[in-house]
Structures are given as structure tokens and as C-alpha cells.
């Protein structure tokens, strides 16, 4: 009976490495990623659950939130839902677009578990780590906000739910200020008759 006890716990071990955890031994989170603020967000492509190309250059003049998960990440799940109501049903889809990526998961794993959830949000497979390998090494949930020009905003690691509230406030400021780029009138010449 210990023998099995310690066995299902090796297997749990294994099964949630890479989620972030407090107990998690070797580097921190903070030392596995890649891309830090400030930084130009590398670029992928991906194809949603929708069978649409996602281009993270197409979305220039846009906020990006990037979102890396996993269906089996106990942190993922909790923030999925908040993500889903608190940022893609808020804000203008005109001014920011969201992409949820499954780490190492591909589409038949991922459609189940939105079909389950009912999530809307756009989510993509990346089974091969093509785009996450760009951004960290390990550990998820990440987030990174990206700006319109390409440049890293904001980016977290495991979920805490006043770090997604500042994410959420980061949000918002990013797109109050493409409406204020959207809502300056073009300088007016004057010319001399």
C-alpha cells in the first residue's frame, strides 16, 4: 500500500513538472524565461482551433495577450475563466486580440476541454513548442501583453489573482492609449495664399 502511495506520487511529480509550484525545485520561473519587458516579442505562427492563422506580426497596431497553458495545469484552469470574462469579453476586439496556447498539446487534446468550459477566447496548439520555446523554458501559466509596436508590456508566470488584476489594469491603460492615438486629428497645414 506505501509502495503504491509512493509510486501515484512520483507519477504526480513528474505529471505537473513544468506547472508552476511554489515547492518546485531548480530555477525559479523568473529565471526561465526568455523575453522580459522591453523586449520585442519574438514572432510565430499558429492555427486556431477555428483553423485560422494566427501571425503574431499581423496583429501589429494591436495589444497581444499571449497566454501559455496546459488542460492538465491546475493554475491554468483557474485563471482561464478569469481571462475569459475579465479580458476577451471586456475589451475591444478591434484593440486587443488574445491567443491561449497549449504547451505541447495539440488540437484533439484542447477542443475537448474548451467544448467542456465553453470558453470563446481564440486557443491554439503548439505541441512542438515552436512559439513557447521563443518565450520561457519552462513553467506555466505565462502571460505576455505586447504592445502595438512588438515591445513586451507586461509578462507573469503561475497565476495570482492580483498580478492578473494588474495585467488587467496594464490592459487598459494600453488601450485607452490607442484611443488616444486613434482620437488625435491629424495636424492642420495652413498655407499662405
Known amino acids: 500500500m506505501q509502495r503504491s502511495f509512493s509510486l501515484v506520487c512520483v507519477c504526480l511529480l513528474f505529471f505537473f513538472a513544468g506547472c508552476f509550484t511554489e515547492t518546485d525545485d531548480g530555477p525559479s520561473p523568473a529565471e526561465t524565461v526568455l523575453v522580459q519587458v522591453g523586449d520585442t516579442a519574438p514572432g510565430f505562427e499558429l492555427t486556431t482551433l477555428d483553423g485560422e492563422a494566427f501571425s503574431l506580426e499581423a496583429h501589429r497596431g494591436k495589444i497581444v495577450l499571449i497566454n501559455f497553458f496546459a488542460t492538465w495545469c491546475p493554475p491554468c484552469r483557474e485563471e482561464l475563466p478569469f481571462l475569459e470574462k475579465e479580458i476577451w469579453q471586456t475589451f475591444d476586439r478591434e484593440k486587443l486580440t488574445v491567443l491561449v ?24 496548439g503548439d505541441p512542438e513548442m ?64
Open 101 to 124: 496556447i497549449g504547451r505541447e498539446e495539440n488540437d484533439e487534446i484542447i477542443q475537448p476541454f474548451v467544448d467542456k468550459h465553453g470558453y470563446s477566447v481564440p486557443f491554439a
Open 130 to 193: 515552436v512559439a513557447y520555446s521563443q518565450y520561457a523554458t519552462r513553467f506555466i501559466p505565462r502571460n505576455f501583453v505586447i504592445g502595438p509596436d512588438g515591445t513586451v508590456l507586461y509578462q507573469s508566470q503561475g497565476y495570482d489573482p492580483r498580478e492578473f488584476e494588474e495585467m488587467v489594469e496594464l490592459i487598459e491603460e494600453a488601450v485607452a492609449g490607442l484611443d488616444a492615438i486613434e482620437g488625435e486629428a491629424p495636424p492642420v497645414s495652413s498655407t499662405a495664399a
